[in-house]
């Protein structure tokens, strides 16, 4: 779905002009927490992308718009510490990214207005009690419905058929990582693979779980969203090309860095989207009026160069089907 149709769905969805524009005098104040290193380019470029949407809709920093940000990395102690520092600033709304994050910035208040951004399942995971009209002050953008991981193993299978091991690779403090192990197993019963669980929780894990994987042969591995392993793909890339192992993932940063194929919705567009929601919240909407809504497109992205290195021929069928080839 193009942006202005987005934009068109949520106006119409919520009764508010595409020509809003921001009405009260006070300077507002929005509070940022991203759960990433603060160089990380990709996660850069779409806190820029939400930037340059509440701009759109009339909310300028340094005019009529403050905003705070923090960036914890993936620190649990960390996230809550900043959490606590940017709630005792009183700001209008907040904008978190990251299923682990929310609960904690949701445990913190329950009064200021939270839109997330990327996070699954919501709903099953009751952190709102509706997606129609959630409750409380919580409500946003949800991350990919887990129904992806099976499409994930099917495009894997494609671009890599001589593949009949099959690694999901997670974070298992990640609140998500059960419902995705359970499709996962699923999609490789279906197509005849053995399933290899690889939890990991920081660097060394990934590096000795992808040491132990590569030591028997046609291996192939998934990467599900998650924010631990996202920091890390340079070195998930580097260890995938040095066990010439085949990888497909939840998020277009990954291929950006010279890994081989993701199938993820749109990132940017999601924090676009967001933006929306802040705005309508700075706007004097209610929570209870915004939706909880899911990503409508998503991208099939393939790096030739990754594929070559590997050794792989990617399928002229499977490049037709791709939003973007990297060559």
Do not use: C
């Not at 609960?103 to 990327?118: A, S």
């Not at 939840?250 to 919705?265: C, V």
């Amino acid at each position: 779905m193009r942006r202005r149709e987005v934009i068109a769905g949520l106006a119409a969805a919520g009764g508010w002009p595409l020509t809003l524009r921001a009405q009260s005098s006070r300077k507002r104040l929005v509070a940022i927490l991203m759960p990433y290193p603060q160089a990380d380019p990709e996660v850069q470029t779409r806190l820029a992308a939400t930037r340059e949407e509440l701009r759109k809709l009339g909310w300028h920093e340094g005019g009529n718009l403050r905003v705070e940000e923090r960036w914890s990395g993936d620190d649990l102690a960390r996230i809550e510490a900043d959490a606590a520092e940017l709630i005792r600033l009183e700001p209008d709304v907040i904008l978190v990214t990251g299923g682990r994050v929310v609960p904690i910035v949701q445990k913190q208040t329950r009064t200021i207005p939270i839109v997330f951004v990327g996070v699954s399942d919501p709903f099953g995971r009751g952190l709102v009690t509706s997606l129609a009209r959630p409750q409380g002050n919580l409500t946003g953008i949800a991350l990919s419905e887990y129904s992806v991981v099976t499409k994930q193993v099917e495009i894997l299978r494609e671009i890599a058929p001589s593949v009949t091991r099959v690694g999901l690779m997670f974070n298992p403090d990640n609140p998500s990582a059960r419902f995705h192990q359970a499709q996962f197993e699923s999609a490789a019963a279906a197509l005849a693979l053995a399933p290899v669980i690889l939890p990991v929780r920081q660097a060394t894990d990934i590096e000795q779980s992808m040491d132990a994987f590569a030591r028997e042969s046609r291996g192939g591995i998934v990467f599900p969203s998650d924010l631990t392993i996202l920091a890390q793909r340079d070195l998930v890339i580097a260890g995938l090309t040095q066990h010439r192992l085949p990888a497909i993932y939840s998020d277009e940063a990954y291929t950006r860095a010279g890994g081989l194929i993701a199938y993820t919705a749109d990132r940017t567009e999601m924090f676009r989207r967001g933006a929306l929601y802040v705005a309508r919240l700075l706007h004097g909407e209610a929570v209870a009026d915004l939706p909880v809504v899911q990503p409508t497109r998503y991208k099939l992205i393939i790096n030739l160069r990754a594929a070559k290195g590997l050794g792989i021929e990617v399928p002229l069928s499977l490049q037709a089907q791709a939003d973007e080839v990297i060559e």
